[in-house]
């Protein structure tokens, strides 16, 4: 497929951003200056850039607690997006959630779950307002392999097929629940699309490392949900280059495999060789904004870390509302 400049320049620039911020949030924990822990999504950015690139405004978004940086990629600022994370009252729920449960519904952002896929009926019921109105958008569904397995998402997948409702299934299956392989627990290898006929659903599967191929998959699933013709899945397959969390030791995997995906399978790296093979970016270009998005992070979070915290008064302010 060919593609205008424009395109390609949005897309690269989403996705060094998120790889980038992503990176970030890394070091921020290790320096312990993040409560909580980290999930980090490193490797995975082509799969969320690719799929949402395919957005429009008025469209649903449930994000997964990997990669958190998708939030911002829908609309999140920095200054609030670094906020939550850090616990201070900038952040989008004034600190309270933290980085695993950040939501912005201004930008359509329903919230995340720490009971992974447990919620998954949250952007079904968003589909039925989108149906109510009668607009053409979109409510995404992000989930990792490991949380696809669970009875709540067959559930959502179930009423919104009944109902033909606008949902887009999405399953970021990068090869590990936690510490289980995917081949250990399911009897499909494609955990949510080789299972979508039993919801008469439309699949596809697509290589997550790569934007374009992720994009065009995404593209004739998400033109078909916004035609009217019910729900559809799209699961992307790509690899987790670190652990489940930051910390984690990963004993259950070949380090020797974990290499070899991080130096093959690099969607950022990968990319931009093939933007500068056909002269739309250069490395001097590529380094230029590197380095300005880090400053723009890096204000952000010395804006963040410079605003109050709760106060132990202020904690259960909005439980209710």
Known sequence: MKYENDFLLK????????????????????????????????????????????????????????VVSSS??????LDTFFGEILAKKTGNSGGRGGINHTGRLCDGVLGMSGTLGCDAAIPVGAAMTIEAEGRDNVAFFF????????????EAMTLAADWKLPVVFVCI?????????????????????????GFNMPSVVVDGTNVLETYEGASKIVEGVRAGNGPAVIECKCYRWRGHFEGDQCAYRDGAVTQMNMEEKDCVKNFE????????????????????????????IAHAEAAPEMTADEIFDYLYV
């Open 11 to 66: 897309i690269h620039k989403e996705l060094l951003e998120m790889r980038l911020l992503e990176a970030k949030m890394v070091d921020l924990y290790a320096e312990s200056r993040v409560p909580g822990h980290i999930h980090s999504g490193m490797g995975q950015e082509a799969a969320f850039v690719g799929v949402l690139a395919t957005r429009k405004p008025g469209d649903y978004f449930k994000l997964a607690h990997r």
């Open 72 to 77: 911002y990629l829908v609309g999140d600022p």
């Open 143 to 154: 989930a990792g392999d490991g949380a696809t397995n669970r009875g709540p998402v067959y």
């Open 173 to 197: 299956n990068n090869g590990f629940g936690i510490s289980t392989p995917t081949e250990y627990s399911s009897p499909v290898p494609n955990v949510m699309a080789d299972k979508a006929a």
């Open 273 to 300: 060789k093939d933007l500068m093979d056909q002269g739309v970016l250069t490395a001097d270009q590529i380094a230029e904004m590197r380095e300005s998005f880090d400053k723009e992070m890096e204000a952000s």
